[in-house]
């Protein structure tokens, strides 16, 4: 595998933990270690709502996602 990228971020509605995240930090951290930031929802139980506002809780927005890259690179 050829390192084409010097960070990854990933986002999804749903944990961190067990998610597509953790399945890209798998393959990176065997066959090319990589910057990575996972953006979804952290160590708590769901809420209920609007897509609105789970975004804005769960720091989904675009405006989120556009800060990790930012912090990242």
Do not use: W
């Not at 990575?36 to 209920?48: A, P, T, W």
């Not at 789970?54 to 720091?59: A, D, E, I, P, V």
Request: hydrophobic share 40%.
């Amino acid at each position: 595998m050829q390192k084409k990228t010097k960070a990854i971020v990933t986002a999804e509605n749903h944990n961190v933990i067990g998610g597509l995240g953790s399945a890209v930090a798998e393959v990176l951290s065997e066959h090319c270690p990589t910057p990575l930031r996972r953006i979804g929802v952290k160590e708590q139980f769901g809420q209920v709502g609007k897509a609105d506002y789970l975004k804005g809780f769960y720091q989904l927005t675009a405006k989120d996602i556009v800060a990790a890259v930012k912090e990242l690179i």
